[in-house]
Nanobody, 114 residues
Framework: QVQLVESGGGSVQAGGSLKLSCAASGRIFNGCGMGWYRQAPGTGRELVSYISGAGTIRYADSVKGRFTISRDNVKNTLALQMNSLKTEDTAVYHC????????WGQGTQVTVSS
């Protein structure tokens, strides 16, 4: 079983920065993929960024150049540095681990005001 706990969300003005963190416990292997999804009110879940077990990184087009994902395989943590935030980045952000089965954290709210 895998447990994920996100932190670092909050409220910020447009142009500001936040860093999200995810602490994973349980059976996490280096080969597992890890990523961040987000869901804004009234919309579906959107992949924000993802690191595969092989270390391949991808970003949603909407966040390229502004967000940076990183992972620490020793500490089993995942981070998302978010810069130049926009109002459209407002959403609940979920940490996700994919080890064959997918595990989701409860999410952390990010609110960006104009």
């Amino acid at each position: 079983q895998v447990q994920l706990v996100e932190s670092g969300g909050g409220s910020v003005q447009a142009g500001g920065s936040l860093k999200l963190s995810c602490a994973a416990s349980g059976r996490i292997f280096n080969g597992c993929g890890m990523g961040w999804y987000r869901q804004a009110p009234g919309t579906g879940r959107e992949l924000v960024s993802y690191i595969s077990g092989a270390g391949t990184i991808r970003y949603a087009d909407s966040v390229k150049g502004r967000f940076t994902i990183s992972r620490d395989n020793v500490k089993n943590t995942l981070a998302l540095q978010m810069n130049s935030l926009k109002t459209e980045d407002t959403a609940v952000y979920h940490c996700v681990v994919d080890c064959g089965s997918q595990y989701w954290g409860q999410g952390t709210q990010v609110t960006v005001s104009s």
